[in-house]
């Protein structure tokens, strides 16, 4: 061991695959019970036990922490052979110990970095006792990251698998009856986490026939069970997992959220899948849904979107299974589960499959239960609510929406609570978003949105007011008709919060696009030169951001007259180097392309552009030199260069700085440039 007096003593680093560039730090080498020298050789699983054996905590962390490296050492054989082994050793004397519940929490986090990088899936089976042990540790966070390994690795399993007849569905099922099958409640609630994992592959990787049924049947009856436990956190997890134990018992590869916001169609589901959902299934979620405790109903309304998927959508079956429970969430004396209802509402009424005049009847009831939502006691519930109304009102379409929800608006604008407005005015954006919600045309927005708009833009909260200015854009085309929401962006531009102020920079070019460009000149145009010249960095980017999109609007030889003579004043009149940066990546962007629209520059703007890069490869500032070169690549990339003006200027000074610079990134950035052009 280093002598403690010692300040002088200097170590090589670790070689092969375990080297990190330091050399071992003196507190380990102090922990371990060797020679200095002799841990410079020693191999990488000896060095780990070593750690792991160690009386110090930070020793044996560092060691878990570095567990798929000293896999990647020992190569997938010795991995499998030893280290697992080891492991699951490690885990038997150290279960008991609340002081290695650390270790253990990295273990099951680092058994998930081994397949299939190091241990391909067909060779991971090895690995499902370690975390059927981890499964049933007490500490919390230990059993959810282990179920989480666990579910990532079991799908992995069969993909070229080399087992003995019957494995490793033989090794699954034991283990699911193991967990499943213990007295205390530890183990049954990772239980509940990895039947619907289980399940699933049984259903992909399966053998056909009566045993594979009898398999699932068992496995339906396990997780009955557990719903059904005395201890409410088993039947807590129960209701958490329920969601995916639906999915997997109908066959469906996709979540009923992404089923649901997608769009697409119902896959179809066998009829027997259906049946055993219907008669075997549901019941859980039913009882569930009433179980005394708030913690677990809470959970099982959140699932009423995977039981509508599971049903296939069918809205005669869904109408007497789900609809009731969905009923009695919303009027739950629990806050917390109308709260968890209304997080998923839209997701719910989706899987409920209440499309057309048919179902219009029960198309209102469920707006009418989201309006409830809306205006429930508890902030908490309305925020959550708020988030689905942009999916709601593409669910039930302009009709239901201006009936049921557009009335409810300005109470919600005007909310004491700041989280409701701020959810709010986010959620009115993605109303305005073609891929959120088609449903409501330019009238109702204008109808419906522009008070609201008008009131959020001159919110006391800064968060608020961000949620309009970020996403205004989407409705530009809409801005000539907004005065009031136009006037107060004006405003804004001056506004002490620099986040506001790099808002507001990033609409301008959108507002000269909807008003035209004589209102930018006479209004637009000064607030635009003061964002310009902040001092915040992000919010002179928003300058720089839109000036493509201003290109586009106004013309190059707009842009000539009225914005280059200002920028090339700044640039002459800066007294430091990042305003000349400012200005360099001004001119450098407008050679890039505004979205879809056709980049078209003028021989005159193209002219000033190469000009104004050329001073700025002249700059005594490194960082400028930089700017200016890498400005020179993106005109080179544009193509609107004229092959005259490249050959006889671009080129050259490019050509030069390379041999000349100094300054490493400059030379490389000319060159970047230069390569650009071949």
């Not at 854009?473 to 002490?496: K, N, P, T």
Request: aromatic residues 6%; hydrophobic residues 45%; proline residues 5%.
């Amino acid at each position: 061991m280093a002598d403690e007096g010692s300040s002088s003593t200097s170590h090589a680093p670790i070689a092969g695959p375990l080297a990190s560039g330091t050399t071992p730090s003196l507190t380990l080498a102090r922990s371990l019970n060797c020679d200095s020298n002799d841990l410079l050789s020693m191999p990488p699983f000896d060095l780990f036990v070593a750690q792991l054996s160690s009386d110090s905590t930070e020793a044996r962390v560092d060691a878990m922490k570095k567990l798929s490296i000293v896999g990647d050492a020992m190569g997938t054989k010795e991995t499998i052979e030893k280290l697992i082994p080891y492991l699951n050793e490690t885990i038997a004397k150290t279960e008991d110990s609340d002081d290695d519940d650390e270790i253990l929490l990295l273990l099951a986090g680092q058994l998930a970095e081994l397949v299939p990088g190091l241990v391909p899936g067909y060779e991971a089976m090895p690995l499902i006792p370690t975390l059927e042990r981890l499964c049933c540790i007490d500490e919390t966070v230990v059993r959810d990251k282990a179920v989480e390994t666990f579910n990532k690795i079991v799908p992995l399993l069969l993909p070229g698998g080399r087992y003995d007849e019957g494995m490793p569905f033989g090794l699954l099922r034991t283990t699911a009856q193991r967990l499943a099958g213990t007295e205390w409640f530890t183990a049954k609630v990772s239980a509940a986490g990895v039947l619907p994992t289980m399940y699933a592959f049984w259903n992909a990787h399966g053998p056909r026939g009566a045993a594979s049924d009898e398999a699932r049947r068992e496995f339906r009856v396990l997780f009955k069970d557990l719903s059904e436990d005395d201890t409410p956190m088993v039947r807590r997890s129960a209701a958490k997992n329920l969601g995916r134990f639906v999915e997997a018992v109908a066959g469906l590869t996709q979540t009923a959220d992404e089923m649901v916001s997608s769009g697409v169609a119902q896959p179809a589901i066998a009829d027997e899948n259906k049946r055993l959902v219907a008669y075997e299934v549901v019941p859980i979620f039913q009882a569930l849904s009433a179980d005394e405790q708030d913690s677990v109903r809470l959970l099982a309304v959140g699932c009423a979107g995977s039981v509508g998927c599971g049903l296939a959508r069918e809205p005669g079956v869904t109408a007497d299974v789900v609809l009731p429970v969905v009923r009695g969430g919303c009027a739950d004396l629990s806050w917390r589960v109308r709260h968890n209802l209304s997080k998923v509402f839209a997701t719910v009424t989706g899987s409920l499959g209440f499309v057309g005049p048919k179902h219009s009847a029960r198309q209102t009831e469920l707006f009418k239960l989201f309006a409830g939502l809306l205006q429930d006691n508890e902030a908490e519930v309305r925020a959550a609510a708020v988030e689905n109304i942009a999916r709601m009102a593409q669910l039930g379409g302009a009709e239901l929406f201006q009936a049921h929800i557009a009335p409810l608006l300005p109470a919600l604008a005007d909310d004491l609570v700041m989280e409701v407005r701020s959810k709010l005015a986010q959620t009115l954006m993605d109303c305005c978003d073609p891929s959120i919600c088609t449903a409501l045309s330019d009238e109702i927005i204008l109808q419906e949105f522009r008070p609201l708009l008008e009131n959020f833009l001159n919110d006391e909260f800064a968060e608020v007011q961000l949620h309009i200015l970020s996403k205004l854009s989407r409705v530009s085309h809409l801005l000539g008709q907004m005065d009031v929401v136009v006037s107060s962006i004006l405003q804004m531009a001056r506004a002490q919060n620099w986040r506001v102020r790099d808002a507001v920079g990033r609409l301008l070019p959108f507002l000269a696009e909807a008003r035209g460009v004589s209102f930018f000149e006479d209004h637009l145009l000064e607030p635009w030169l003061k964002i310009m010249s902040d001092q915040v960095a992000d919010v002179r980017a928003a300058c720089i951001a839109g000036m493509p999109k201003l290109l586009s609007v106004c013309g190059s030889e707009w842009i000539m007259q009225e914005i280059l003579p200002h920028y090339t004043r700044m640039y002459d009149e800066s007294h430091s180097y990042l305003t000349r940066i400012t200005v360099l990546r001004s001119f450098a962007a407008l050679s890039e392309q505004d979205g879809e629209n056709a980049l078209n520059i003028s021989d005159a703007l193209m002219e000033q552009i190469v000009a104004i890069m050329l001073r700025g490869l002249a700059d005594s500032v490194p960082n400028v030199r930089l700017i200016a070169a890498r400005g020179l690549g993106l005109v080179t990339i544009s193509g609107q260069c004229d092959s005259g003006v490249m050959n006889a200027k671009i080129v050259p000074a490019l050509s030069e700085l390379v041999t000349q610079e100094q300054d490493q990134d400059c030379r490389y950035q000319c060159q970047l440039a230069l390569e650009a052009k071949v």
